[in-house]
């Protein structure tokens, strides 16, 4: 079965300090995706990032990046100079690959504040 | 071009009514998904249509639930019989050809 752990439920910080927002995965798949959605106050979800698991190179975007390490099963997420707008709920996500329904398998979010 | 929508943004019904619930996915989109947020929670997976091959229900929590969908459009949720645990916010999301669900807003359902 698969499953996704977000071990920080709450993380708050002052503004323009950078934060790390924790994310690992459990999967018998040996191809899989891995996402992160923020979730803004207003509620929806935003798509943020998908990585495939046979690609382990780190992504920037920006202000963020993502550290994805298959020897311990982790994806984690890094807001550098963090900004009032990121304060939101954060999730990471699970799918498998191929043809089958892909459902995504979230972790509990994290809901980050970022304090002027 | 316009994202997934769905309808109503806010549902409010008694306990023992029926509600449905809508979504428009992204045109062109040929995967459709229903998850389910409870309070503070993450989502939960309910249902998925991919064109016209059998739906996966796999994650329907009773059979008071059901979905249908037309084609690659339109599908809409439905409860029977409501109950204060179905309380939630229920969100769809669609697929192109990519690996990449796009959510709704969401419609918050709460049963008194």
């Known amino acids: 079965a698969q499953k996704v752990t977000q071990a920080q439920t709450e993380i708050s910080v002052v503004e323009k300090e950078d934060v790390t927002l924790d994310c690992v995965y459990e999967t018998r798949d040996t191809t899989y995706y891995l996402f992160w959605y923020k979730q803004p106050p207003s509620g929806e979800l935003v798509f943020l990032i998908r990585?495939?698991?046979?690609?382990?190179q780190n992504e920037i975007s920006g202000r963020y990046s993502w550290n994805f390490q298959k020897s311990t099963s982790s994806f984690n997420f890094t807001i550098t100079a963090s900004q009032v707008v990121d304060s939101a709920v954060y999730f990471c996500a699970l799918s498998e690959a191929g043809r089958g329904a892909q459902k995504l398998v979230f972790g509990q979010g994290t809901r980050l504040t970022i304090n002027p | 071009g316009a994202g997934v929508s769905q309808s109503p943004s806010n549902k409010v019904t008694e306990k023992g009514k029926d509600v449905e619930l809508r979504c428009d996915p992204i045109?062109?989109?040929?995967?459709l998904y229903w998850y389910r947020q409870r309070l503070g929670q993450g989502l939960e997976f309910l249902i998925y249509f991919q064109g016209n091959s059998a739906p996966d229900k796999s994650g329907l929590p009773s059979d008071r639930f059901s979905a249908e969908r037309t084609g690659e459009s339109v599908s809409t949720l439905t409860i029977q019989r409501t109950q204060q645990e179905d309380s939630a916010v229920y969100l769809c999301a669609s697929r192109g050809g990519h690996y990449t669900q796009y959510f709704g807003p969401g419609t918050r359902l709460t049963v008194l």
């Open positions: 045109s062109g989109h040929t995967a």
């Open positions: 990585r495939n698991s046979f690609d382990e």
